[in-house]
């Protein structure tokens, strides 16, 4: 069982280059997310998608953009990289029914991206 | 607005210690609360949860926590803590926003474990 996969784990971009992390999820769960994460910061929503073709703003949206073509994956663009997207990111995701309905997140094992 | 505050930024303690990280959180209903542990290069794993009942909750590796809604307060404990246990730590509150789930995390405890 993979759970949520993230891939690239390590990406180095230059300013004003654009890339796409990657999150795919095998437990069929509706609700999908992303977060970044800084020192001191915790963990912070980017977007988020409550099923396909849904998706919303979290806290911190601007520079990112997402889509939700199928339940399984939920990919992270960014458009022009900043220096202050260098961070770690997550892919999180949440059923609605069972346990998998109580609210537990599971997460990917993150992605770590520098922008230079 | 929902909120999480974990108040130590760092914790250290030698193996064998007792533990307890605390959290404390704002929010208008019945909370969902949650405690996630995240080891070093990982993703978040849950540690254990709170949803109504029992409010003293058993959770994964020996950790339990206790929801005290008078002090909103959700404190993480350990009565006897073991090197592995080197992480860090996020509280969490769970809820709603304009009928979409979103969850708030605190900014994490660091616990170092001395031998």
């Known amino acids: 069982n993979a759970g949520v996969t993230q891939t690239p784990k390590f990406q180095v971009l230059k300013t004003g280059q654009s890339m796409t992390l990657q999150c795919a999820q095998d437990m069929n769960h509706e609700y999908m997310s992303w977060y970044r994460q800084d020192p001191g910061m915790g963990l912070r929503l980017i977007h988020y998608s409550v099923g396909a073709g849904i998706t919303d703003q979290g806290e911190v949206p601007n520079g990112y953009n997402v889509s939700r073509s199928t339940t399984e994956d939920f990919p992270l663009r960014l458009l022009s990289a900043a220096p202050s997207q260098t961070s770690v990111y997550f892919c999180a995701s949440k059923g609605t029914s069972g346990r998998a309905g109580t609210g537990e997140l599971f997460f990917g094992e993150g992605s770590r991206l520098t922008v230079l | 607005a929902q909120s999480v505050t974990q108040p130590d930024i760092h914790i250290t303690v030698s193996e064998g210690a007792s533990l307890e990280l605390r959290c404390n959180y704002s929010y208008g209903a019945t909370p969902y609360l949650f405690w996630y542990v995240q080891s070093p290069g990982q993703g978040l794993q849950l540690l254990l949860k709170y949803f109504s009942g029992d409010t003293l909750v058993q959770g994964i590796k020996g950790f339990e926590a206790e929801f005290k809604r008078s002090q909103s307060s959700f404190n993480l404990r350990k009565p006897s803590v073991h090197w592995s246990d080197a992480a860090e730590y996020f509280c969490?509150?769970?809820?709603?926003?304009?009928?979409?789930?979103?969850?708030?995390f605190g900014r994490g405890t660091s616990l170092i474990v001395h031998p």
């Open positions: 969490a509150v769970g809820g709603t926003s304009g009928g979409s789930y979103i969850p708030t």
